[in-house]
């Protein structure tokens, strides 16, 4: 066994000994004084301690304590009623702090023992018993979170156990303070009897075996009594307040001194309102003003004072944070922040300030968020978080949209104007600058405000610069919302999916298609505007046809057929009939002949003279109908669909390509137009 191990168990040892064995007096005065430093030393380390943790050993620190004390007062009960006397710490206590009179000494005695028993004891017996019952309460949360962090990677094994371990000792502590809170209480009780005893059988053997007078018994053994209660109430009174102080500590970073400073004087405007009503009680009262008037410039100084140091953090706290970027600038993992890429970026110049700025009216982040929505109701996807920024080497009235760090449009905007769109026929009285509208490219005049009532009643349709950004920026949205949706985003609509559907998604995921299968459909459905916001119907579709192929085109299509209804509304309304541009019997025969497989799928390998004729009359078909006001939609048969729309996707993206499995029956279809070879 080591040293420190023999002494703990000498001294545990050497307690018991003292209740049997007679102790000398000199001897009782340092093991008193030994009881009151060890006393101290408890309560300081309980008010430094950041949690209850770090103390530990207090339960058993208590039980120690209190045995030691009891065996104390037994040592002083033998020395009081068997000699009359118990060493100078007893005398000078009894006759000290009474300061003479035996009956003030008895009531701070029993004040102690009230404020121990009943105030301080009692609160913390509650609080720890209230700690343990919720520790173990909220012991199986804990466990299931740091699995959780554990399984996410957040945490290693290592770690893990140690914060299994803390959650088992917290818990044990806190059983543990709970019954050590008893002998505190018990304590109390035994310093009362032992006081009577100590009392009344000194009394009692002073006149009866010392042949003491009356009055000379009476003080003298009533100042020992006291002593010895005083001199045994005081170390209990502090291990009692510590014992207090580590129950109701909650963890922080610092101890209890740093936590009263950060916290309790955090307001100095609160100390000079204090220091005001201090200052009229001495003018409105009885209270002399030479009172209060002291204590209140104390406040007021030591408010000034506080505040001058949270001025002063606050300004290190800026001067730190400025330091810690120009560091990270300069530290060579920075350069890793400058490969991130925003999905979607608007930038504009400084003149559209107010564009951004809500408190100079703008909406454009309100709009945002409408757009955001719209999207997902429309497409039935999750657009990203546009970031917004102002760049300085952008013209003050232009800006820019960018898709993945790429400009994909922009435009001028001015904002003190309306951009007025011609309803197809000029009115020379309508004077303006003119411009493109920067979403369909049509041809537009940026009117003033004195212009725009009588532009609207030409019929030219009017807007102003918000909503000319709103409509860009949603056209461009929808055009390359494909190139928005990544395997991760794929990941997110499938999770959300699986909430409502787990058999459906686990029925289909792993097994029978990966994620980046499912994210090439959905590429390709979003490429041509078809909204995959029904991802039930998408989802059974594929569980019905990916066993049988795992070609992404081929499954696109079997989605396309089964959202037949979907598209039908799309591009018809209810009972209007679907003007459309036929492919010709002698094409369709071609481009079937044409198609050619391999191990990667089928594709197209048309000859270039027969793919410029198609070119050629397709585009005089689709101008003939945009110059009729209509929109060109081409039809042909469900065999050779998309393989059509891969040839006319290069020049004509925007044309719509569909089948006549995508229609349903009760669709009336008008050709206005063939496209043959």
């Given at each position: 066994?080591?040293?420190?191990?023999?002494?703990?168990?000498?001294?545990?040892?050497?307690?018991?000994?003292?209740?049997?064995?007679?102790?000398?007096?000199?001897?009782?005065?340092?093991?008193?004084?030994?009881?009151?430093?060890?006393?101290?030393?408890?309560?300081?380390?309980?008010?430094?301690?950041?949690?209850?943790?770090?103390?530990?050993?207090?339960?058993?620190?208590?039980?120690?304590?209190?045995?030691?004390?009891?065996?104390?007062?037994?040592?002083?009960?033998?020395?009081?009623?068997?000699?009359?006397?118990?060493?100078?710490?007893?005398?000078?206590?009894?006759?000290?702090?009474?300061?003479?009179?035996?009956?003030?000494?008895?009531?701070?005695?029993?004040?102690?023992?009230?404020?121990?028993?009943?105030?301080?004891?009692?609160?913390?017996?509650?609080?720890?018993?209230?700690?343990?019952?919720?520790?173990?309460?909220?012991?199986?949360?804990?466990?299931?979170?740091?699995?959780?962090?554990?399984?996410?990677?957040?945490?290693?094994?290592?770690?893990?156990?140690?914060?299994?371990?803390?959650?088992?000792?917290?818990?044990?502590?806190?059983?543990?303070?709970?019954?050590?809170?008893?002998?505190?209480?018990?304590?109390?009780?035994?310093?009362?009897?032992?006081?009577?005893?100590?009392?009344?059988?000194?009394?009692?053997?002073?006149?009866?075996?010392?042949?003491?007078?009356?009055?000379?018994?009476?003080?003298?053994?009533?100042?020992?009594?006291?002593?010895?209660?005083?001199?045994?109430?005081?170390?209990?009174?502090?291990?009692?307040?510590?014992?207090?102080?580590?129950?109701?500590?909650?963890?922080?970073?610092?101890?209890?001194?740093?936590?009263?400073?950060?916290?309790?004087?955090?307001?100095?405007?609160?100390?000079?309102?204090?220091?005001?009503?201090?200052?009229?009680?001495?003018?409105?009262?009885?209270?002399h003003f030479l009172t209060t008037f002291p204590l209140?410039?104390?406040?007021?100084?030591?408010?000034?004072?506080?505040?001058?140091?949270?001025?002063?953090?606050?300004?290190?706290?800026?001067?730190?944070?400025?330091?810690?970027?120009?560091?990270?600038?300069?530290?060579?993992?920075?350069?890793?922040?400058?490969?991130?890429?925003?999905?979607?970026?608007?930038?504009?110049?400084?003149?559209?300030?107010?564009?951004?700025?809500?408190?100079?009216?703008?909406?454009?982040?309100?709009?945002?968020?409408?757009i955001r929505r719209q999207c997902a109701l429309e497409?039935?996807?999750?657009?990203?978080?546009?970031?917004?920024?102002?760049?300085?080497?952008?013209?003050?009235?232009?800006?820019?949209?960018?898709?993945?760090?790429?400009?994909?449009?922009?435009?001028?905007?001015?904002?003190?104007?309306?951009?007025?769109?011609?309803?197809?026929?000029?009115?020379?009285?309508?004077?303006?600058?003119?411009?493109?509208?920067?979403?369909?490219?049509?041809?537009?005049?940026?009117?003033?405000?004195?212009?725009?009532?009588?532009?609207?009643?030409?019929?030219?349709?009017?807007?102003?610069?918000?909503?000319?950004?709103?409509?860009?920026?949603?056209?461009?949205?929808?055009?390359?919302?494909?190139?928005?949706?990544?395997?991760?985003?794929?990941?997110?609509?499938?999770?959300?999916?699986?909430?409502?559907?787990?058999?459906?998604?686990?029925?289909?995921?792993?097994?029978?298609?990966?994620?980046?299968?499912?994210?090439?459909?959905?590429?390709?459905?979003?490429?041509?505007?078809?909204?995959?916001?029904?991802?039930?119907?998408?989802?059974?579709?594929?569980?019905?046809?990916?066993?049988?192929?795992?070609?992404?085109?081929?499954?696109?299509?079997?989605?396309?057929?089964?959202?037949?209804?979907?598209i039908t509304q799309q591009f018809t309304s209810q009972?209007?009939?679907?003007?459309?541009?036929?492919?010709?019997?002698?094409?369709?025969?071609?481009?079937?002949?044409?198609?050619?497989?391999?191990?990667?799928?089928?594709?197209?390998?048309?000859?270039?003279?027969?793919?410029?004729?198609?070119?050629?009359?397709?585009?005089?078909?689709?101008?003939?109908?945009?110059?009729?006001?209509?929109?060109?939609?081409?039809?042909?048969?469900?065999?050779?669909?998309?393989?059509?729309?891969?040839?006319?996707?290069?020049?004509?993206?925007?044309?719509?390509?569909?089948?006549?499995?995508?229609?349903?029956?009760?669709?009336?279809?008008?050709?206005?137009?063939?496209?043959?070879?």
């Open positions: 066994m080591k040293t420190k191990d023999l002494v703990v168990l000498a001294g545990v040892i050497g307690i018991i000994m003292m209740m049997i064995l007679p102790i000398p007096t000199w001897l009782l005065d340092v093991l008193l004084i030994v009881n009151i430093s060890l006393a101290m030393i408890i309560l300081l380390i309980a008010m430094n301690t950041k949690e209850a943790l770090e103390f530990s050993i207090f339960p058993a620190m208590l039980l120690i304590t209190t045995l030691f004390r009891l065996a104390l007062n037994i040592s002083t009960t033998k020395l009081i009623l068997g000699q009359g006397d118990a060493g100078s710490v007893v005398a000078t206590f009894g006759s000290w702090i009474a300061g003479g009179q035996i009956a003030i000494g008895f009531v701070v005695f029993l004040i102690l023992v009230v404020v121990q028993f009943i105030v301080i004891t009692k609160g913390s017996e509650r609080v720890a018993e209230v700690g343990a019952r919720f520790t173990l309460d909220a012991m199986p949360g804990k466990q299931m979170s740091i699995d959780a962090d554990l399984n996410a990677g957040l945490i290693n094994e290592h770690q893990a156990r140690e914060r299994r371990s803390k959650i088992e000792r917290e818990a044990d502590f806190y059983g543990a303070m709970d019954g050590a809170s008893k002998f505190v209480k018990g304590d109390a009780i035994a310093s009362i009897i032992i006081l009577l005893i100590n009392l009344i059988g000194g009394f009692i053997i002073g006149m009866t075996v010392h042949g003491m007078p009356f009055a000379e018994a009476l003080s003298t053994y009533s100042v020992l009594t006291i002593g010895d209660g005083l001199v045994s109430q005081i170390p209990a009174l502090l291990i009692s307040t510590a014992a207090g102080l580590i129950v109701t500590r909650a963890s922080s970073e610092g101890n209890l001194a740093d936590d009263i400073t950060a916290q309790l004087f955090s307001y100095p405007k609160l100390l000079y309102i204090v220091a005001g009503v201090i200052t009229l009680l001495g003018i409105f009262t009885p209270i209140a410039i104390l406040l007021v100084f030591a408010a000034r004072k506080m505040q001058s140091n949270l001025d002063l953090k606050v300004v290190e706290a800026e001067q730190q944070q400025e330091e810690q970027q120009i560091e990270e600038v300069r530290s060579p993992e920075s350069v890793i922040n400058l490969l991130q890429i925003d999905p979607i970026e608007f930038e504009f110049g400084y003149g559209l300030i107010p564009l951004a700025d809500t408190q100079q009216g703008g909406d454009l982040l309100d709009r945002i968020i409408m497409l039935g996807l999750v657009v990203p978080v546009i970031r917004i920024r102002d760049n300085i080497q952008l013209k003050p009235n232009e800006y820019v949209i960018k898709i993945k760090g790429n400009v994909v449009g922009g435009g001028e905007l001015l904002l003190n104007h309306y951009l007025a769109m011609s309803p197809g026929f000029d009115d020379d009285s309508i004077t303006g600058i003119e411009t493109l509208e920067p979403a369909f490219g049509l041809p537009a005049l940026w009117i003033d405000e004195l212009t725009k009532e009588r532009a609207e009643l030409s019929g030219y349709t009017v807007v102003d610069p918000p909503s000319v950004v709103a409509t860009h920026l949603t056209e461009l949205i929808k055009k390359h919302c494909h190139e928005l949706l990544g395997r991760q985003e794929t990941r997110a609509l499938i999770d959300n999916l699986r909430e409502n559907y787990p058999v459906l998604v686990d029925d289909l995921i792993p097994s029978v298609l990966a994620v980046g299968d499912i994210q090439k459909v959905f590429v390709k459905l979003l490429r041509e505007k078809i909204s995959i916001r029904d991802m039930v119907t998408i989802f059974e579709t594929l569980a019905d046809y990916g066993t049988y192929t795992k070609d992404p085109d081929v499954l696109t299509e079997y989605v396309r057929q089964a959202l037949s209804r979907q009972g209007e009939t679907l003007r459309v541009i036929t492919v010709g019997p002698n094409l369709e025969k071609k481009i079937a002949e044409s198609v050619q497989q391999s191990e990667q799928g089928s594709y197209l390998a048309l000859d270039p003279v027969s793919t410029q004729s198609m070119y050629q009359k397709m585009n005089e078909q689709v101008n003939r109908l945009l110059q009729m006001g209509q929109q060109p939609i081409v039809l042909t048969s469900p065999a050779i669909r998309m393989y059509l729309r891969q040839v006319i996707e290069r020049t004509m993206q925007d044309i719509p390509v569909l089948s006549y499995s995508e229609l349903e029956p009760n669709v009336e279809i008008q050709s206005v137009g063939v496209v043959n070879l």
